[in-house]
């Protein structure tokens, strides 16, 4: 949920405050509704959807009913007693805060604050005193987590990491003059509370598109479209033919550029490719000449001066030859050089003529891809783009399957360990070799216990890949991926680790290994 869509809800919610609170209801495990009479007399329902990754904040009429299911339900339940106050929202952020007074009786409840946090994936609601420490929460989140802030009872609370943007209550057009010449979905990037939805409601009004590059008319019609935004952020579709045709055009051309300029690189190393052959083609003759040198280098062995850096010896025609050679060597070793040259040149000419059939069979492949990209529709260009590579450089890193069955991957360089550590899933386990550099080994068990074989196998390969290869007892540390992070400004590959157990294993591939 977007930050000027929470602004409008609260907008409209906020005549209504203090509001009564009725009771607290739980349709599900993670999500609370508030029920509330106004002051206009108005009964309604404030409902949190506090789960990842579709968070949402709603008024909804009606009756809406529901046990507590989960200790902090029945801890909500308990606490969040008393009048709705106020309902407060940090900047434009998708954060919330809504603080109840508490309520007088045997036992006084005293005041709370829920803490709602619609920050897609990482969603979260926390139930707060009067002080801000933290009483409750849905989703634990510890420093292994998030090393910003930690999210548990106890702890006084910590909203979101701080960011800077531009206000769009209180923007002016001159403010958005950083954008000009950028394409109109760079507004994401600089104005509070615009989302990729808002960014694409926001095109429509102003009659532009995503990739629509901002001039100063464009840019007028994105600040007051920006204004009528603020004021009513609903969500339309509603297109204009003309402007979805032109969306479908500027979206065919943003898909259609990286792919050309993909293969119009892949074309012009192919035509250098090319060029090359050619000139090694080319130089057949200079081969020629230097079997002819050294030839008559050791038809005229003693005409050679010795320690002569070049000498003129008459050819086999008649007329006079001019031989560079190593002072330092006999005339017999520098017509031997002379040999391996011209053997190299009439290789490389060799391979050259096998090649440049190939090469060019590849180019004209390449052209007609090219040409047949130009003229792909929308659905043939989105295919491609979410379709992987095939070929060299498929797939990252090195893949096996451990004797359980595991999947293991093993990175071969620090680009690599940096990818696969972080795609893995938090409850994989982790493996490197003890104290030397080495590839960061992922036994992908998401959150089970593999048997001690799984764990020796991914420890061998971490290992085997690592600068102890071949010793005979290598410390290999493992510990769940979560438990794993890469410091601050570190290089990619780096990592630091905690809750790690130690195996000591032969530093050599298992047996009966075999990469997928």
């Known amino acids: 949920m977007e930050g000027l869509l929470i602004h409008a809800l609260l907008r409209e919610l906020a005549p209504e405050l203090p509001a009564q609170n009725l009771g607290l209801a739980f349709p599900d495990e993670g999500s609370l509704a508030v029920l509330l009479k106004g002051r206009s007399g108005r009964i309604f329902n404030l409902v949190l959807r506090y789960r990842p990754p579709s968070p949402s904040l709603v008024l909804e009429e009606g009756t809406l009913l529901g046990e507590p299911k989960t200790p902090f339900q029945r801890q909500l339940w308990a606490r969040a007693k008393g009048p709705l106050m106020e309902a407060e929202q940090l900047k434009l952020d998708r954060v919330v805060l809504l603080r109840f007074a508490g309520e007088k009786g045997f036992v006084d409840t005293p005041p709370a604050t829920l803490v709602f946090e619609a920050t897609g994936r990482n969603a979260n609601l926390l139930l707060l005193d009067e002080a801000g420490r933290i009483l409750g929460v849905d989703r634990v989140i510890t420093q292994e987590v998030n090393r910003y802030r930690e999210l548990r009872p106890g702890l006084p609370y910590t909203p979101p990491p701080p960011y800077e943007k531009l206000d769009p209550r209180t923007l002016k057009a001159e403010d958005l003059r950083p954008l000009l010449g950028r394409p109109l979905k760079e507004v994401v990037r600089h104005v509070d509370g615009v989302g990729l939805e808002l960014m694409r409601e926001l095109a429509r009004r102003a009659g532009l598109t995503p990739e629509t590059p901002l001039d100063e008319a464009a840019l007028e019609r994105v600040f007051q479209a920006l204004k009528g935004l603020v004021e009513d952020p609903a969500l339309r579709t509603a297109l204009t033919e003309e402007l979805r045709a032109k969306w ?48 008559l280098l050791l038809a005229r062995l003693k005409e050679v001066p010795k320690g002569a850096e070049k000498v003129v010896l008459e050819g086999f025609d008649g007329k006079p030859v001019e031989v560079a050679l190593g002072p330092t060597v006999s005339p017999q070793e520098n017509a031997k050089k002379l040999y391996e040259r011209a053997r190299r040149l009439e290789a490389l000419a060799e391979r050259a003529l096998d090649l440049i059939p190939k090469t060019e069979a590849k180019v004209q492949a390449l052209e007609g891809e090219m040409a047949r990209l130009r003229q792909a529709d929308l659905a043939e260009l989105l295919a491609l783009t979410r379709k992987p590579r095939e070929g060299k450089g498929s797939k990252v890193g090195l893949r096996y399957t451990s ?22 899933h938090s409850e994989d386990l982790w493996f490197h070799a003890q104290g030397v550099p080495g590839s960061h080994v992922i036994l992908k068990v998401e959150g089970q216990n593999p048997p001690l074989e799984d764990l020796l196998f991914a420890a061998r390969l971490a290992a085997y890949h690592s600068k102890a290869r071949g010793e005979a007892q290598v410390p290999v540390d493992y510990t769940r991926k979560k438990h794993v992070w890469r410091p601050r400004k570190a290089a990619p590959g780096q990592a630091l680790y905690t809750h790690a157990k130690t195996l000591f294993v032969e530093g050599t591939l298992p047996k009966a290994v075999a990469e997928e």
Do not use: H, I
């Not at 250098?272 to 079997?291: K, T």
């Not at 359980?404 to 690599?416: D, I, L, M």
């Open 248 to 295: 479908a055009e500027e979206e065919k051309e943003a898909l259609r550029k990286p792919l050309l300029e993909a293969l119009e690189r892949e074309r012009k190393t192919l035509l250098a490719r090319l060029a090359d052959y050619q000139r090694a083609l080319d130089r057949l003759e200079e081969a020629a000449a230097l079997r002819q040198k050294a030839d």
């Open 403 to 424: 004797p359980s069955g595991f999947a293991v991957w093993v990175g071969r360089n620090a680009k690599e360990n940096d990818l696969l550590t972080r795609a893995a």
